[in-house]
């Protein structure tokens, strides 16, 4: 299974982005999701997590009420909906896969996209 993710750029504060992350698999239902950020000079963090039905999700204290994670299955995509940005939310974020296991907030994932870049201007 290989990761893509996309969608990043440059935005305003307050603005909005949404991130895909595809999928090669279509086993992409037996996997638990999850999107990371990792700011210039910082460690990787966690932001968001969703179950592998998509009924289930989880987040960051940094991100909750702004953020939310979703995926479609049929699709073989999990997307990232971020609102109300903040500079503080610039960071490179990554998606990641885990199969047979739901709602991990540590980096033990089997599987990590390439990154996408979101910088946020103030």
């Known amino acids: 299974v290989q990761l893509q993710a996309s969608g990043g750029g440059l935005v305003q504060a307050g603005g909005f982005l949404r991130l895909p992350c595809a999928a090669s698999?279509?086993?992409?239902?037996?996997?638990?999701m999850g999107w990371f950020r990792q700011a210039p000079g910082k460690e990787r963090e966690f932001v968001a997590t969703?179950?592998?039905?998509?009924?289930?999700?989880y987040y960051a204290d940094s991100v909750k009420g702004r953020f939310t994670i979703s995926r479609d299955n049929a699709k073989n995509t999990v997307y990232l909906q971020m609102n109300s940005l903040k500079p503080e939310d610039t960071a490179i974020y990554y998606c990641?896969?885990?199969?047979?296991?739901?709602?991990?907030?540590?980096?033990?994932?089997?599987?990590w996209g390439q990154g996408t870049l979101v910088t946020v201007s103030s």
């Open positions: 969703i179950s592998r039905s998509g009924v289930s999700t």
């Open positions: 990641a896969a885990r199969k047979n296991v739901d709602l991990t907030i540590t980096d033990e994932y089997d599987l």
């Open positions: 698999a279509r086993t992409f239902s037996m996997y638990g």
